[in-house]
């Protein structure tokens, strides 16, 4: 089944995106350190247009299974990965309850991914992770706000230059359960002179689970999960 939410916002998601990366990008090396580059391929979640997939290649020596359900953001992600020149990636075409899991993972990723998963799914996920994850290897994921299911009024538009012309975005949320919110995200094409040239708007669902909570769930799959900040890193016990 085609995921259709990020195809009106897919030339927007990767150019806003990229400025978050710069705190996380060195946060999700040092959890992948020591990952024995024999232990299998990890698996990276929602891998959107691969910026993350960039720190798996540029810190670790395994195969990467990325997946991703927008055909949107495989076809950003596909670009960059020929670009590089690399061909240790295998692409999904599907979400992260689609995939046949392999019988050995040498670690699970997924950033900014996890809200689109239902509490049941997240579970039987981090089950069958659990039982290939090889001694050691860890699970890392990253929550985001809001941490309860309540209106989040629109943020201020933020975006980035590329030419003469700039790219924005905003978001804002409306609670859709007790545990859950619908975002709604618009972007703006800009002229240097201020004319709006192109506009879009996106829709999703997400659940809500703080940091905390993540953690609780992995550890009812055998996990041991620690906490920083919106970063959760679990390995199994005793490894």
Do not use: C
Not at 5 to 15: I, P, Q
Not at 174 to 194: A, C, F, L, Q
């Amino acid at each position: 089944m085609e995921y259709h939410e990020y195809s009106a916002s897919s030339e927007y998601v990767h150019l806003l995106s990229v400025p978050m990366w710069t705190d996380l990008r060195p946060r999700l090396a040092a959890a992948l350190a020591g990952v024995d580059p024999e232990a299998g391929p990890v698996l990276e979640l929602g891998a959107g247009s691969g910026l993350g997939t960039d720190v798996l290649l540029d810190s670790l020596g395994n195969d990467v299974l990325a997946v991703e359900p927008s055909a949107s953001l495989r076809g950003v992600l596909l670009a960059r990965l020929a670009d590089r020149g690399t061909h240790r990636v295998t692409v999904f075409p599907g979400g992260a309850t689609d995939l046949p899991l392999p019988g050995r993972i040498a670690a699970v990723v997924g950033m900014h991914m996890v809200g689109h998963l239902a509490p049941t799914d997240r579970k039987r996920l981090w089950a069958a992770a659990a039982e290939r994850l090889s001694p050691g290897g860890p699970v890392v994921l990253n929550v985001q706000p809001p941490t309860a299911a309540e209106a989040v009024p629109e943020s201020p538009w933020m975006g980035v230059a590329v030419g003469g012309l700039r790219y924005e975005g905003t978001g804002s949320a409306e609670p859709t359960g007790p545990d859950s919110v619908r975002w709604r995200m618009r972007y703006r094409t800009r002229h240097e002179d201020g004319t709006v040239l192109a506009e879009a708007s996106a829709e999703y669902s997400w659940w809500i689970v703080t940091a905390e909570g993540l953690a609780a769930e992995l550890a009812e799959a055998g996990l041991v999960a620690t906490v920083d900040d919106d970063l959760v890193v679990a390995r199994k016990a005793g490894a």
